[in-house]
């Protein structure tokens, strides 16, 4: 790709948000939180994936800091190479290795902060052992929907994003109809330096569909608005069309206010797996032609060995 299409800002843009930091008087809060973090326990780390999750505290509250390496583009690579210090470390031949130091501005960490975080975020983001559970509509009934109802992860931060009392100036496209409406912006794991890991969601103005296993034809409008005009909407501000984009649902989701996830292809997000990800055009088809699918059809998913989901599995002797 080349230099100029796989960013995502103009040249001033980057220039003014790498800058940002020297200029700002105030720093943000979230800003000052982390350099208070107490480092506890590493919850997984990948050397492949340069990331790591770890455990620990701010002010006393649980907390949990997500740390990663971004891509390096090309647009940022000539000045990259002529602004970095570089520090020789072998030579030999016709091969010699360096270690570059590059600008601070040019040498971003990701981060991702959650405080409070509860146990259940600890567990979430714990490297763990996973099993596949097959749910029937009973067990759906019986098990999770009792279980989703008393111990799924707070949605307040999607509230407040279909409220505008966050994330507000993230927005990319919004259709304000209650019934089929939505708000698509960046999704949280994505920092929109590069349309490589491109990555939005599109989330439902509507209240009262908790996942794929609520859905009937009625909500077949709401689907096909989602798909229409939030690829509409990318291949207008991104120039992505829709045959780069991976667009789906997770079940089980970890949040429980339905949700459309939009990758690019070319990204293997966590959570693109068949055990997990159901593509949006085959559900709106299999809506089409069994409108009781997802209602009575046996849905697969996996799980996390410490999840209580799964022990829930284990009582009713489902597992
Ligand atoms: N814009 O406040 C938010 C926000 N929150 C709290 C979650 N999301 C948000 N987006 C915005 N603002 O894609 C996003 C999530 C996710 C979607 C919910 O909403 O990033 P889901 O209900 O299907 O849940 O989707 P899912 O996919 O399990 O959640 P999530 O958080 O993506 O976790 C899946 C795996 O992704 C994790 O186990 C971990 O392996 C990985 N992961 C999560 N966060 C990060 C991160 N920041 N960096 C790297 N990897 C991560």
Redesign the pocket.
Known sequence: MAATQNSVESETQRETKRHKPDENDGKPAAESSISGFEVGRILRDSAR?K?I?VHGKIDDQEAIV?L?KTPITQDVLPEMLKKSTQLLEMKNDIYSTYQLQPPPYLNGV?T?V?CPATEKHVK??QRQETFLIEETEEDYQSITLPYINSQSFSVQ?VYN?LEKK??AD?IVFEDPDPQDGFVL?????WDQKQVDDL?L?AITHRRDVKSLRDLTPDHLPLLRNIREKGLEAIMKRYSVPASKLRVM??YQ???YHL?V?FITLDYE???CGVERAHLLTDVIQNLQDRPEYYRKHALTFPIRADDALLSKFREAGRV
Do not use: M, Q, V
Not at 185 to 189: G, T, Y
């Open positions: 994936e990331n999750f997500i990663e990701k991702t959650i979430k983001y931060w994003i966050a994330e993230r912006l960046p999704d949280f794991k990555y969601i649902l997770h989701p970890s949040y949700h996830h997000a966590p959570g």
